[in-house]
């Protein structure tokens, strides 16, 4: 199966990556957001990090050729004609299946329907739709064009055939891929790394380490792109609060329950860049001045 056509629901912070990601690849992307100024937004930082890729030789061409594999829309209703579809939207089941119902009634028969979930299991996405044999998790991690790794999660009726197309695209995009073998939630690589997470918020509750020292010794001890409250505040501390509250509400498992600074957090409306204030603090242009405490 050829893909030629990629659509990309969702334009934060991992849509607008994955739509990055494709347009290198020479990928035609339609970028849909319901809210025109995260489309633009996601645009003018795509453009930005397109430029440092081409200054530093890690991609071919100029900004605009890239970009100009991208356009925008408000519409879902522009996947008609998509051969892939990367749902990137918020983490939260019934948000993931009213999205991938609509994409079933709205894409030809042969498009494949991808999310980039985080946690929850494909199979529980895959029923709010008539193709469930083309319904895969790719999980993507932040920032996406920066690392190179993608979890690849076949659901209980995924085709083989599905898999192998969805894993080839993301090969194609440069990306490494894990292949996880049992559609659980959290996957393979979240079940080891959030519990990481909790802890370090946990110890910077205590008084152990300070955010900027425990980031430095993620990035230096562990070869981490970002540290864990750099990549938090990137991602959003809503988002990835949710994430572990919907591992934790399928496992039951207390070592995924959110600490209770992340949600005092996130009821305080810090939720990281986007509010100007989450691990860190920043200004008006996303630029960091410091810890927020």
Request: overall charge neutral; proline content about 3%; aromatic content about 6%.
């Amino acid at each position: 199966m050829e893909i030629k056509k990629i659509f990309v629901l969702g334009a934060g912070v991992m849509g607008s990556g994955i739509a990055q990601v494709c347009a290198q690849a020479g990928y035609l992307v339609t970028l849909c957001d319901l809210n025109e100024g995260i489309a633009e937004k996601a645009m003018k930082n795509i453009g930005w990090s397109v430029g440092k890729f081409i200054e530093k030789g890690r991609i071919k061409g100029t900004v605009e050729e890239v970009t100009g594999r991208i356009k925008t829309t408000k519409s879902m209703d522009d996947a008609r004609d998509a051969d892939f579809v990367f749902e990137a939207v918020f983490e939260n089941l019934e948000i993931k299946r009213q999205a991938f119902g609509e994409l079933d009634k709205i894409c030809p028969s042969h498009t494949i329907l991808a999310t980039n979930t985080s946690v929850i299991p494909v199979t529980e996405i895959a029923e709010a739709t008539e193709r469930a044999e083309k319904v895969v998790g790719t999980h993507f991690f932040n920032p996406v064009p920066m690392m190179n790794v993608v979890e690849i999660i076949k659901g209980v009726i995924t085709s083989n055939e599905t898999v192998e197309v969805a894993d080839k695209v993301c090969r194609d995009m440069g990306k490494e891929t894990v292949k996880v073998k049992r559609d659980v939630a959290g996957f393979l690589l979240n079940r080891i790394n959030i519990p990481s997470i909790i802890e370090a918020i946990n110890m910077l509750e205590q008084g152990i380490g300070t955010v900027e020292d425990i980031d430095k010794g993620m990035k230096l001890g562990f070869g981490r792109a970002m540290g864990v409250f750099e990549t938090q505040d990137l991602t959003g501390l809503d988002v990835s609060m949710n994430a572990y509250l919907n591992l934790y509400n399928d496992t039951k498992d207390p070592k995924f329950y959110p600490p209770a600074l992340l949600r005092r957090k996130v009821k305080a409306g810090q939720l990281g860049r986007k509010t100007g204030i989450g691990w860190y603090r920043y200004d008006e242009t996303g630029k960091r001045l410091g810890p927020a405490d």
